[in-house]
C-alpha cells in the first residue's frame, strides 16, 4: 500500500523473538526503493505499539489487528533486500495473478470504475474514492465491494461449465474447482466474507466427491471452526459477523419471506431478490445498528436496482480479464459495456443514498434489545414455517389459532415490550450523579455534562476529522442535547460540532457574539439556521440555570467588547453543582486573563479547570491559576503534537499548588462524577 510519505507492507518475521509473526511496516519513500512481493529483507526499525480505544466504546487498533493476525507496526528508514522471491511458487503465484488483474483492469478502465472492478472481485476497497464508498455504505451496497458468495458461485458454475466442454468426470471437476477456490482465496488475501463463502463451497464439493451428504448447518459450523483454528481472533471481526449473519438469514427466513411475498402479488424474479435481500437484512440489521448506529429502510430499492449490474459486471470482469490472455484489443471491446455497467452502478448508489430513510441515526441498542429483536424474528419465522408446510397446517391450526394462545403470545410481547421501555424511562428519571466526560479528541476540546437529572451539555467538538464526538455521543445512548455551548470558533474546537448539530437535535446554542466571522463560524450558522435551534449569545454575567443545583455562570467575555482574536473571544464560563464547580475557559491568552481583577477569589476558585489553550505557554498565568486554585485541572491535547503542548512551565505552576494533572493525551477519555454528598471520583480510560 502507497500512502503520501511512506510504503506499507505487511511482513512476516522470518527468524528471533517474533519468528511467524506479522507486522505492518512502514518504509519512507525518500530512504528506501518499493519492495516486491517475496522479497526477503533486513532492517533496523522502531517499533509502534497499536493504540487501544481512547474512549468509551471507542475504535481499538489493537484489537482490530489481531483480527488481521498482525502483531504491531514498525518504521524503518533502513532497508536491504537480501533475495528475491524468497516465497513457494503457490503464494508467488496468486500475488502475480493479483497483480496481472489490478494491472489489467488499470489499463482497460478509467480510474473510477476500474478501482470499483478491483473492489468487487478481489475485494480490495484501499483505492476507490471515499464518496464512492460511502455511498455505497448509505445505500445499504457496502457488500457487493467485499467479495462473497455470489463470486464463488459464478467461479464454481465457470469452471463446471468449462469443464463439462472437455468432457472431465465429475470428480476431475470437483477436485479442480476446490483447487482454484484455493488459489482464489490467497488471491484475495482471504479477507472474511470470501473465505467464508470458499470454505462452505469447498466443504459441499468435498461432501459431492466423498458422496456424503452435506446440509448447511454442518457447512457453516465447518468452515467457521476452521476459520478460528487459524485466527480466533477474526470472531470480532465485523466483515465475518455480516457475512455469516447475512448467509444464515437467506437459509432461515428465504422461504417463509418469499411465500409471504407472493401473498402479497409480488413474484418471479423480483420476489426472489427482494427475499434474499430482506433475509439477510433480517439478521443483518442489528448488528449495523449495534456498530455503525444506522439501519436503512431503503435497502430492498438500492439492492433490486444494483444486484442485477453487480452479477454483470463480476460475469463480465472476468471474462474480460480472461479474454486479456489472448488478446488485450479484444478485451478493450469487452471493457466497454463494462464500463458502462460500472458507472451505472456508481449511479444507483449515489442516488439511492439520498433518499429519505437510506440512513437512519440511531443510539447504539443494548444488548438485550438486539436478542430480543432475534428471538421475535425467530419465533416469527417457525409460526410462519409451521403456517406454510401442509403437513404442519393441522398442528399450527390447532395449537397456534385458538383464541387464547394467539392473546397470550401478543400480551407476552407487549407486556416485554412495555416492561422495558417503563424501566428505560425510570432509569432516565431517577436523580444520579453528575457526570463529567472530558473526551480525547486529540489536539482539541470536547467535554459532555449529564446532570443529575439527564439534562445533556456538550462543551465544544474537537476538530471533528473522524467524527469522533458524535459516534461518542450515540454509543453514550444521546441522540439530543439541552445545550451546545461553543467556546469559540477555532477548528479544532468546533468542526466536530458540525455533524453533531446537523444530525442530532440540539435545543440551545450558546456562543459570543463575534466580530471576526470566520468560515467555521459561516459553516455553523448556516448549519443552525436551518435546522432553527435556539441560539443565546452569552456575556459576562449572565447566569444559566440548566438543572436544579445546576447553573452556569459565565466570566468573559465582556458584553460591548469584541476580538479580531479568536482564541480572546472565547467564553470562560464556570458550572457549578451545590459545592462542586468546573471552570471552562477556551482559549483564552494571558492578556484576557486578567478577569482575576473583576472577580473575588471565591468565584473564580474551581474544583477543576479546563486549562486554557491545551496548556500553551501563552495561557495560564500564575495569577491566574493561583486564582482558579483547581483541585484538578483538564487538558485536552493530541499525543505528540506539533505545538509542544503542554507547556513544562504551565505544568509545572499546576504542580505547585497540588493540582492533579490529567491529559488526555496520557489518560484517553477522563470521566468524573460527582455524588449528592459532593464526594469526587475520578476515572481514567488508559492506565
Known sequence: ???????????????????????????????????????????????????????????????????????????????????????????????????????????LLPQETSKLLIGILIGDKSQISEDIIQNFKISNLSHMLSVSGAHTSYIILGITYILSKSRASKKWTYIITIIVLILF??????????????????????????????????????SLLIILIINPFSINEIGLELSYLGTIGIILFNKNVEK????????????????????????????????????????????????????????????????????????????MPLNLSLKTLIFISGFTAKLPLSSILIKTPYLISIIFIYCIAFISNYILTLYNSKTNLRLFQK??????????????????????????????????????????????????????????????????????????????????LDYVMISHFDSDHCNGLIDVIQKLEVKNILISKQSYFCDEYKNIANIINSKRIKVTFVKQGDKLNIDKNVNLNIFYPPQNQEYDDLNNNSIVAKLTYKQFSILFSGDIEKSEENIVDKYTANELKSTIIKVPHHGSKTSSSEEFIKAVNPRIALIGVGENNKFGHPNEEVLQRLENINCKICRTDEMGEIEIRVTNKGELKLKKLLN
Open 1 to 107: 500500500m502507497e500512502k503520501e510519505y511512506n510504503y506499507t507492507y505487511t511482513i512476516k518475521i522470518k527468524e528471533g523473538k517474533y519468528k511467524g509473526k506479522k507486522f505492518y511496516l512502514f518504509a519512507d519513500k525518500k530512504e528506501n526503493k518499493k519492495l516486491q512481493y517475496g522479497d526477503l529483507i533486513e532492517f533496523d526499525g522502531e517499533y509502534i505499539k497499536p493504540s487501544v480505544a481512547r474512549n468509551y466504546k471507542g475504535f481499538d487498533y489493537r484489537e482490530y489487528l489481531k483480527t488481521k493476525k498482525i502483531y504491531g507496526s514498525i518504521k524503518t528508514d533502513n532497508i536491504e533486500i537480501i533475495q528475491k522471491n524468497k516465497l513457494n511458487i503457490f503464494l508467488i503465484l496468486s500475488n502475480k495473478i493479483r497483480n496481472y488483474i489490478i494491472n489489467t483492469v488499470d489499463n
Open 399 to 480: 395449537k397456534l389459532l385458538k383464541r387464547k394462545t394467539i392473546k397470550a403470545l401478543v400480551i407476552g410481547i407487549l407486556t416485554i415490550i412495555i416492561l422495558f421501555n417503563v424501566f428505560s424511562y425510570l432509569y432516565q428519571i431517577i436523580p444520579k450523579d453528575l457526570r463529567i466526560y472530558f473526551i480525547d479528541v486529540g489536539q482539541g476540546d470536547s467535554c459532555l455534562i449529564i446532570t443529575p437529572n439527564n439534562k445533556k451539555i456538550l462543551v465544544d467538538g474537537g476538530e471533528g476529522k473522524t467524527d469522533v464526538v458524535l459516534s461518542y455521543l450515540l454509543d453514550r445512548r444521546i441522540n439530543k
Open 260 to 335: 409471504s411475498l407472493n401473498k402479497i402479488k409480488i413474484k418471479g424474479k423480483i420476489a426472489k431478490l427482494l427475499s434474499v435481500t430482506i433475509s439477510a437484512q433480517i439478521m443483518i440489521m442489528p448488528i449495523m445498528a449495534l456498530k455503525f448506529n444506522t439501519i436503512s429502510l431503503t435497502f430492498f430499492i438500492s439492492n433490486i436496482l444494483a444486484s442485477p449490474f453487480l452479477g454483470i459486471n463480476i460475469i463480465l470482469g472476468f471474462i474480460t480479464i480472461f479474454v486479456s490472455l489472448i488478446s488485450f484489443t479484444l478485451a478493450k471491446m469487452f471493457a
Open 185 to 222: 482465496m490467497f488471491i484475495t488475501n482471504f479477507t472474511a466474507s470470501v473465505t467464508r463463502a470458499c470454505f462452505m463451497s469447498i466443504i459441499v464439493l468435498g461432501a459431492n466427491l466423498l458422496y456424503r451428504k452435506q446440509d448447511f448447518a454442518t457447512s457453516i459450523s465447518i
